[in-house]
């Protein structure tokens, strides 16, 4: 049912929000270790939303050290049941520019970091990512970016790289040769966790520059990155405000059983499930495992 709160991860500036209400930091614990930060737990009207920054406030963690089962973890803990992912990309599309907003619906993982599943030895699952991002908060996402005037992309494929270096040009032409649109260092497996733990789930690429395949872009300059991210950011704001309302009035199961993702997904027989971990999964799979 989506009468749960609105979970949003991304950058610090997302979180001024006109006309957000009743702001309270709070910690969540996780028996997967410590998210990035407190939630910031507000209301937008009448619905209530969870944000989470995903390098902590200050920026202090690097893509490749979030715990991002933490992350998921707790924002389900925390009553989100919808999770929208603001991240920062790079175009690999010339059609793309800085300040273009695309809404991913695929996703291509070359990262090689540890902990891309709340299933473990003790309790084996395997989850479809086929269609990794709701259909319906896609939908969503591109109505509102319309009624406010921001404009967006609907569908694209995002190439998440291991970081925190950027790409090498080989790299570059690499991910331009598998026909993906973005690249960007925190998206998996943060989807893909998403998916287990049966989060509707998506994500909002903000371009920040062309990845250095571009020949008027031969190196990506950390202070260009920052000024579209500024601008970026406010446009970014205007969508969620728009966007939370018409989020809030769904209710049901969602249509594309996001919210049934574990169905079927289990393999492992009860009588051989490790009870530790079972009952860490209690929050994420306690719908399938009964606890």
């Not at 049912?1 to 991860?9: A, D, E, K, S």
């Not at 992912?85 to 809404?103: D, M, N, Q, R, Y």
């Not at 395997?126 to 609907?154: F, N």
């Not at 260009?224 to 769904?250: E, F, H, M, T």
Request: hydrophobic letters at 40%; one cysteine or more.
């Amino acid at each position: 049912m989506h009468h749960g709160l609105i979970g949003i991860v991304g950058g610090t500036g997302l979180y001024d929000l006109e006309g957000l209400t009743e702001q309270e930091w709070r910690r969540v614990d996780s028996p997967f270790g410590a998210p990035s930060d407190e939630l910031l737990f507000g209301r937008l009207g009448e619905q209530r939303v969870v944000f989470l920054p995903r390098h902590g406030r200050g920026h202090r963690i690097p893509p490749h050290e979030i715990n991002f089962r933490a992350n998921i973890d707790a924002l389900k803990r925390a009553g989100a049941t919808q999770v929208l992912s603001l991240s920062a990309v790079g175009s690999l599309a010339p059609e793309l520019a800085p300040g273009t907003f695309v809404i991913v619906d695929q996703f291509i993982d070359r990262t090689i970091r540890p902990h891309k599943t709340f299933f473990t030895t003790g309790c084996v699952a395997h989850v479809s990512m086929a269609h990794p991002t709701c259909a319906r908060l896609m939908d969503e996402l591109v109505i509102a970016g319309a009624e406010i005037g921001v404009p967006l992309v609907r569908g694209g494929t995002y190439v998440a790289m291991e970081g925190p270096q950027f790409s090498s040009l080989a790299e570059s032409e690499l991910h331009r040769g598998m026909k993906a649109s973005v690249i960007g260092m925190t998206n998996m497996p943060e989807a893909k966790l998403a998916r287990e733990a049966e989060l509707c789930y998506a994500t909002v690429a903000m371009v920040t520059d062309f990845d250095c395949w571009h020949p008027d872009h031969d190196h990506v300059r950390v202070e260009d990155v920052v000024r579209v991210l500024i601008q970026n950011s406010g446009k970014a704001r205007a969508l969620l405000a728009g966007v939370i309302p018409r989020l809030g009035g769904s209710s049901g199961p969602c249509p594309h059983r996001c919210d049934r993702a574990l169905d079927n997904a289990i393999l492992t027989a009860e009588s051989a499930r490790d009870p530790e971990l079972v009952a860490r999964l209690g929050a994420v799979a306690g719908r399938v495992l009964g606890k």
